[in-house]
């Protein structure tokens, strides 16, 4: 999990950094948390092996897509988790690896 | 394949066990204070327990008290110690502690006790000559864990006893990890107060152990029956008190082949990360007679240990961080900020405890996926 993330709108950069630290809901923290550990006040272990889980989900995307670059929008049921409010024209890209 | 490398965590009962434990909750389930027959037979069962224990680690039958966990016998240890002699105000014990016993600790300074560090090495080894230094005519207990459950560090508590000894202090040792993992002789290694859990050895969980030494001066931590010479009220659970016995016979007859075993395993398992060339670190003693048997605490230049963890959960390999969660942070294990892992490692690190029933295929697999994980994430 060394590779890195940035989330773009047209050309402004939203996020940049760390695959792990990429902004996540809190609500869909909460749901996975509940369904994982039936816990809907995870420690923050718990909220990070949830992020490894969203983030592993990411990855197998990409690598299913065959595509450093992938438009949010077309892939809502996994990437939904992302925390923004419209993803409009909002890409993500992997660099450093796939 | 699906390979558990966390017996440092917990043990999977042993089918004797677990057929030893089975009656206990058909059709014998009486109250072994009842006085008819299924209580009767109940009340024989803990009496022969209570004996095959003594024997076992060298004892006398009425300094066996059965407890619910390794963490209620070591806080009925310190806190009943405390509460029953109100002479002396210093308590000593090591950075490297179970947090039952650190949080004890804490109570009791909350209650005006002066608690005291005695320093460890980088190895985990307590210092004596500050053991010396720090006891005194006031220490009224010193606390230390016999094996790290962490690092693995067994420690020499016989001239820890004799330093205690001398000070007239009362010793308690947390043997949660150590019993049946090194050898044990309570009357040779002359201490006051043992504590043991019966899932670190294939016993079941929910069931402990507390030895103390007869004319030990202790109030109950639990009140409200004249079970366990009226110092520990409750119920007796019959079934896992004869489930830890049988563990515990199961365990000790067999101590010296799995030490030779697993201490065979662990260093197949640190030989070939040499012979892939990965930079890791081990933690605590080198492999031998002063660590536990199958206890590999390594620190992987490189890669955080949670992520390592989580990777390896992905391919069906279970292992544990020593990390903890601190309000929003996830804080590095206790036991290696106390032993000085230098910033570069301390994050980074991954406790495999191998156990009785891991295999060396299991292992085999390990050290493949391992070896490509770390090299992946170079």
Not at chain 2, 230 to 251: C, D, P, Q, Y
């Amino acid at each position: 999990m060394k590779e890195k993330i940035v989330i773009k709108k047209f050309d402004t950069v939203l996020y940049s950094g760390n695959i792990l630290n990429i902004p996540i809901k809190e609500k869909v923290i909460i749901e996975k948390s509940i369904a994982l550990f039936g816990d809907e006040d995870p420690c923050i272990i718990h909220i990070s092996f949830i992020a490894k889980e969203l983030v592993s989900d990411l990855l197998k995307l990409f690598k299913e897509t065959n595509s450093n670059s992938l438009k949010i929008i077309d892939h809502l049921a996994i990437l939904s988790f992302i925390d923004f409010d419209d993803f409009s024209n909002i890409t993500i890209e992997l660099v450093g690896g796939k | 394949m699906k390979v558990y490398l966390d017996n440092a965590a917990t043990t999977g009962v042993s089918k004797e066990v677990l057929a030893t434990m089975l009656p206990f909750f058909k059709e014998e389930y009486g109250n072994p204070s009842s006085l008819h027959e299924k209580g009767i037979n109940n009340r024989k069962v803990i009496n022969h327990s209570r004996q095959k224990i003594a024997e076992l680690l060298h004892c006398q039958k009425d300094e066996i008290y059965f407890t619910s966990c390794g963490s209620e016998s070591t806080n009925w240890a310190i806190k009943g110690i405390a509460a029953k002699n109100n002479s002396k105000s210093d308590i000593i014990t090591t950075k490297i502690e179970h947090h039952a016993t650190l949080e004890s600790f804490n109570y009791l300074e909350s209650l005006g006790y002066t608690v005291l560090f005695v320093d460890v090495d980088q190895a985990g080894f307590v210092d004596l000559n500050h053991l010396r230094e720090l006891v005194s005519d006031n220490t009224l207990l010193v606390s230390i864990i016999m094996a790290n459950n962490e690092i693995g560090t067994i420690q020499n508590v016989k001239a820890i006893s004799e330093i205690c000894n001398e000070a007239n202090t009362y010793l308690h040792l947390d043997a949660v990890q150590a019993v049946c993992h090194t050898p044990l002789n309570i009357e040779e290694l002359n201490i006051d107060l043992l504590s043991i859990s019966g899932h670190k050895f294939h016993g079941p969980k929910g069931i402990g152990i507390l030895y103390i030494k007869n004319k030990t001066h202790i109030a109950p931590l639990i009140h409200g029956g004249q079970q366990e010479q009226k110092l520990r009220a409750g119920t007796e659970n019959v079934a896992f008190i004869a489930g830890i016995t049988k563990a515990l016979e199961n365990g000790i007859s067999q101590l010296d082949e799995y030490t030779k075993r697993l201490n065979k395993y662990a260093k197949h398992f640190l030989e070939k990360l040499d012979e892939a060339k990965i930079n890791y670190l081990l933690n605590g003693p080198k492999i031998g007679e002063n660590r536990l048997p199958g206890n590999l605490n390594l620190s992987f230049k490189g890669i955080d240990g949670p992520t390592l963890q989580y990777l390896l959960n992905q391919r069906g390999i279970y292992v544990s961080t020593g990390s903890a969660c601190d309000s929003q942070i996830i804080t590095p294990s206790h036991v290696l900020v106390a032993i000085g892992v230098s910033d570069e490692f301390i994050n980074n690190t991954i406790r495999f405890s191998i156990g009785d029933f891991t295999t060396p295929e299991e292992l085999d697999y390990v050290l493949k996926n391992l070896i490509e994980i770390i090299n992946q994430e170079k």
